[in-house]
């Protein structure tokens, strides 16, 4: 056993080079996640309104740039393709395009600025609560062109393997909101103290500060003539309705995922604000391990990718078969410590006084976290087959089967729980685990019997 683990190790598309390409991701995600941990800490601080609010309006902002930021964010599956067919001349015309799409999500930033407070109006939170999420959703809008732009721009660096780049500019974007989130929330340092407003000022500017530092590395002179970043700036129509045939299928995977996901958060507030703040933190503590994962689900989506290129598709299994085994140690370490120790993750949330004016709010999360420790595991299987399916180009089955299953699976049965019945925290959260174990074995057997080895999104 140790000898066969000592292969898998030092083997092509083996644990280590899994890791090499996958770690600086991880940690790039997981630089994210530690950003939103702290942001909506300080908001537990802050006020229970706060805190509330925060998660249902950022999740509806980033839900409605979701296909902006999928799309966008396929700019690496072209990267990682071209990449491993030795056809570097082609990879920054596809990064332009990923530019000019970004450009796209302004006509829908636009008009949502001006909506937002009839959209939280109709939702049925508390007035407090309202009136936080639609502060907070506006001035995230100033940013959300930012936010499409760093996925594509991302994506050159993350499809070329130069992943340590993105970890880089992640750990600035983290630096940046979460000292600011300090200074803005609290009014420290002598600046005014913003509130809910100041969370999401710092937000603003952390991601303008990362579009910023990614504009200045990608237009580096060894990267301009290597791969033609300055020659191929025109709009290619052929080479952008590629971008859109695979990769909005992509985006629109994203935006039905998260907007299903924000329409269980909105449920869940209908049933109270203590109801809402124990998910938005149980969530928020399930991001630590979730958001990582996120890398590692990029990082198996480049090896894929370059190894499709390469025409090699058993190399691009094996890469899969070794990040399962990965993540699942990973997360079920992480999984033992939810069920043995999950104040020390909710401990955080109660300093300052936070959590002090809703009773029971600490027992009610740990009971979530033993939810969170049991659908873990098929989040970690399920990521690694969604990054492998994607980097091949499987888009178009991914984006049916999250339109079926986070509908039909989770969005309408929860609306019919609350409708009909007397609903309930604890049978909402068993629809929402039911929900993820049903992705995972649909995402498995595509995996395992769908066509996706012999495809390739740079062939015409």
Same mark, same amino acid.
């Given at each position: 056993m140790f000898k066969s683990l000592q292969h898998r190790w030092s083997a092509k598309s083996g644990y280590r080079e899994v890791l090499v390409i996958s770690i600086p991701l991880i940690l790039s995600t997981g630089a994210w996640s530690i950003l939103l941990f702290f942001d909506r800490m300080f908001l537990a601080w802050y006020s229970p309104a706060a805190i509330a609010a925060a998660m249902p309006a950022g999740m509806t902002s980033f839900a409605m740039l979701c296909f902006f930021i999928g799309t966008a964010a396929y700019v690496n599956t072209f990267v990682a393709q071209y990449y491993g067919a030795a056809e570097e001349n082609k990879i920054g015309a596809i990064v332009w395009q990923g530019i000019y799409f970004s450009a796209l999500s302004l006509f829908v930033i636009f008009p949502a600025y001006f909506l937002a407070r009839h959209f939280f109006a109709l939702v049925g939170h508390a007035p407090e609560v309202q009136a936080q999420e639609t502060i907070y959703f506006k001035i995230l809008m100033y940013s959300a062109v930012f936010m499409v732009l760093n996925n594509a721009l991302g994506s050159f660096f993350s499809g070329l393997g130069k992943t340590l780049i993105v970890m880089w500019v992640s750990l600035i974007i983290t630096v940046i909101n979460v000292a600011l989130d300090y200074v803005l929330i609290f009014g420290n340092f002598g600046f005014p103290e913003m509130g809910i407003r100041g969370a999401a000022t710092a937000s603003n500017i952390a991601i303008v500060s990362g579009a910023l530092v990614y504009l200045y590395l990608i237009f580096q002179k060894k990267y301009r003539?290597?791969?033609? #970043?300055?020659?191929?700036?025109?709009?290619?129509?052929?080479?952008f309705d590629?971008?859109?045939?695979?990769?909005?299928?992509?985006?629109?995977?994203?935006?039905?995922?998260?907007?299903?996901?924000?329409?269980f958060l909105m449920f869940v507030?209908?049933?109270?604000?203590?109801?809402? !703040?124990?998910t938005n933190i149980a969530f928020n503590i399930e991001a630590l391990a979730f958001l990582p994962m996120v890398g590692m689900m990029i990082g198996v989506a480049v090896l894929v990718g370059q190894r499709l290129g390469e025409n090699k598709p058993e190399l691009a299994e094996k890469a899969a078969w070794s990040a399962i085994h990965l993540t699942l140690v990973f997360f079920g370490l992480l999984a033992v410590l939810y069920l043995t120790v999950p104040k020390v993750f909710i401990y955080p949330f109660t300093l300052q006084g936070g959590?002090?004016?809703?009773?029971?709010? !600490?027992?009610?999360?740990?009971? #979530?976290l033993r939810f969170v420790a049991f659908f873990c595991l098929f989040d970690a299987i399920f990521l690694v087959f969604l990054g492998s399916l994607e980097g091949a180009g499987d888009t178009r089955f991914i984006m049916k089967m999250s339109i079926v299953i986070s509908i039909f699976l989770l969005v309408v049965p929860?609306?019919?729980?609350?409708?009909?019945?007397?609903?309930?925290?604890?049978?909402?959260?068993? *629809? *929402?685990?039911?929900? !993820?174990?049903?992705?995972?074995? !649909?995402?498995y057997w595509r995996f395992i019997t769908g066509p996706w080895k012999g495809m390739r999104v740079i062939n015409d």
């Open positions: 003539k290597r791969f033609n #970043l300055i020659t191929s700036w025109k709009f290619k129509r052929s080479l590629r971008l859109i045939y695979f990769g909005a299928p992509n985006g629109i995977r994203l935006f039905i995922d998260m907007s299903a996901f924000t329409a507030g209908t049933l109270g604000t203590h109801e809402g !703040v124990a959590l002090a004016e809703l009773n029971n709010s !600490v027992e009610t999360i740990v009971i #979530l929860c609306y019919l729980y609350i409708r009909f019945f007397d609903a309930s925290l604890l049978g909402l959260w068993w *629809i *929402i685990t039911l929900n !993820v174990m049903i992705y995972c074995a !649909v995402f």
